[in-house]
């Protein structure tokens, strides 16, 4: 089984499931088996809530300040997992906990899973990935109608609720189109990161 728990630039990651409900062209799945100190994110299987506690378990938070969802799949994909381990995470360390998400996550669990979270999670950065539906459809190809829409109302939702919120685009984008995405964020009141992404083949 891949690793459950990593560390990546002075940071502790949460693998917590291969699921997604996307599609990215670029998405690093496709490129390489890991990232960081983890020799391999393939988890082959679901793992255990208690197995993810013991994996965290493993590391001296009081090197760390916080716990970051973010691994080989979409964390909201597993949503239950998401909060049980959260909670946890913040009754052992009271530390601050952030959500790396494509934003779909309303969608694939047919709820609004927002207030579900709001006690365990404290941001979000949610990967906007382009400045407009069309494009959106091209990098992300989403398994669900208006997904650049559903984004936005997920971004909104979290600043609606006071979190921490970053949007992020690909650098593979053009200036032009990271132009337009950071007017996107700005008129949002949050900001807007440009990650650098090796694309891959689809
Ligand atoms: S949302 Fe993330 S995990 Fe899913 S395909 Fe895109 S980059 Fe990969």
Redesign the pocket.
């Known amino acids: 089984m891949g690793d459950l728990a990593y560390e990546y630039k002075n940071q502790i990651y949460v693998n917590l499931t291969n699921k997604?409900?996307?599609?990215?062209i670029?998405?690093?799945?496709k490129k390489k088996h890991s990232i960081g100190a983890s020799a391999s994110l393939v988890l082959g299987k679901d793992p255990t809530v208690e197995e993810f506690k013991r994996a965290i378990s493993s590391y001296d938070f009081s090197n760390y300040d916080g716990l970051i969802f973010c691994g080989?799949?979409?964390p909201t994909c597993e949503v239950e997992k998401l909060f049980a381990i959260a909670k946890w995470f913040k009754e052992q360390y009271n530390l601050p906990v952030r959500v790396n998400t494509?934003g779909?996550g309303n969608v694939y669990n047919q709820r609004d899973i927002l207030p579900e979270l709001a006690s365990v999670v404290d941001a979000y950065s949610i990967?906007l990935n382009a400045p407009n539906a069309k494009r959106y459809e091209e990098l992300?190809r989403p398994n669900c109608p208006d997904a650049f829409e559903q984004v936005l109302g997920f971004a909104r939702e979290a600043i609606r609720q006071k979190k921490e919120v970053v949007l992020s685009v690909l650098s593979l984008l053009s200036p032009e189109e990271i132009e337009q995405s950071r007017q996107i964020a700005k008129e949002l009141g949050v900001m807007l990161k440009v990650r650098v992404t090796v694309q891959t083949q689809a």
Not at 20 to 24: I, L, T, V, Y
Not at 26 to 29: E, T
């Open positions: 997604c409900s996307a599609d990215c670029f998405c690093v799945r080989y799949g979409e494509n779909l990967s992300v």
